[in-house]
């Protein structure tokens, strides 16, 4: 149903018997269309949904009666309005233009108009297809979604328009290249870490400004120590040691050393965590704290850990701290803890050396 209502019927058998009623002529006389005395067919009108369309004929002096009519709907007969639809208007009847407006256009007033004439006792039509065009809208996508790594993922992305809006999908990242999908669906199978992010899908169909939105994808793994070195300071001054983990979600970090765990409080010794790193710090550091620390980074896909050592140096350097050989990992995801003395074996001979 198009602009002006009423039932929906063969609209060609309809716009005959109304032009035979309205211009009373006899039924042995043929309704043409497409006369070669008559304008050339109108192009086709293309507006946008919610703007104005217009719809003109072109008549001359052999014209005495005009009508435009919406499939089965007389909308105009000269300058009578035939129509209740208040956004119909007739913006003109002169000797050589017949026009009408349709405004604030809707789909469903999409469709053929067709221009009626009478000239020489002979009705003769026009016809016009109204073309409305829709800007994209997403009316459906995928939720925020969180996914342990190795899993896989299936994102959704519906959109809406006239004509039909391309879909694009595009990870929102400094390494990604490019789009990821050109599809309104998204599938990611053995997900890794990397392609966690912001996901955005992109609508377009030319008629206005692409339509964007973003879902969130959060993949989880257990931690990894990324950095965690041995550290060399003299009697009596501060020490630090610290590791960094990354982990999603954030890795809880712990201290031992040997066996012993060590907790914030604890005379001399400050344990401070974030959500990356852990820190050990010794205000005043004694021949006790030399040793072997281990350092435990978990969170509930798994844990690691790393050795570090604080150890003795007889002269401070340039700097507060020396940083010696690296800390040993753990290359497991498990509990036990490991010395890492061999590589500080030489280091702690030449320490020897110079304290005899």
């Known amino acids: 149903m ?7 019927v063969p609209w060609r058998c309809l716009v ?7 211009f009373l002529v006899p039924a042995g006389v043929p309704v043409r269309s497409g006369d070669a005395t008559f304008p050339k067919a109108m192009d086709n009108v293309t507006v946008r949904q919610g703007e104005s369309a217009t719809l003109r004929c072109s008549v001359d002096n052999r014209v ?3 009508a435009w ?5 007389i909308l105009y007969a000269g300058n009578d309005k035939w129509c209740l639809d208040p956004r119909v208007v007739l913006l003109s009847n002169t000797k050589t233009q017949y026009s009408i407006q349709i405004q604030d256009v809707d789909v469903y ?7 009626s004439v009478q000239t020489d006792n002979h009705p003769k039509t026009s016809r016009v297809h109204l073309i409305v065009q829709v800007s994209p809208k997403i009316v459906e996508i995928s939720s925020d979604i969180s996914v342990n790594e190795g899993g896989n993922i299936s994102l959704t992305c519906i959109a809406t328009g006239r004509p039909d809006p391309t879909i694009t999908w595009r990870h929102i990242s400094p390494k990604a290249v490019g789009f990821v999908s050109e599809d309104e669906y998204l599938e990611i199978t053995g997900i890794t870490k990397e392609q966690s992010g912001e996901y955005e899908c992109s609508a377009s169909n ?3 400004a692409p339509v964007v939105r ?10 990894y120590i990324s950095d965690a070195k041995n550290t060399g300071v003299p009697v009596g001054q501060k020490g630090i040691l610290q590791c960094e983990a990354s982990a999603v979600p954030a890795a809880e970090f712990q201290w031992y050393k040997d066996d012993k765990r060590l907790v914030e409080g604890q005379k001399g010794v400050k344990v401070e965590s974030k959500a990356f790193f852990s820190r050990l710090t ?6 006790q704290d030399y040793g072997n620390y281990t350092c435990v980074a978990s969170n509930k896909l798994g844990n690691t850990n790393v050795s570090i050592i604080l150890y003795e140096i007889s002269e401070p350097t340039s700097s507060t701290l020396f940083q010696g050989p690296g800390a040993v990992h753990d290359g497991n995801n498990g509990t036990s803890r490991r010395t890492g003395c061999i590589g500080l074996l030489p280091l702690l001979l030449l320490h020897l050396l110079l304290k005899f």
């Open 64 to 66: 005495t009666r005009v």
């Open 206 to 208: 030319d008629v206005a």
């Open 214 to 223: 973003r879902v969130k994808v959060t993949v989880n793994y257990p931690p």
């Open 69 to 73: 009519l919406n499939r089965s709907s």
């Open 109 to 115: 007033d999409e469709g053929p108009y067709t221009c």
């Open 16 to 22: 005959v018997l109304c032009l035979r009623l309205l």
């Open 2 to 8: 198009g602009v002006g209502g009423g039932l929906v």
């Open 282 to 287: 010794f205000f005043n550091v004694s021949e």
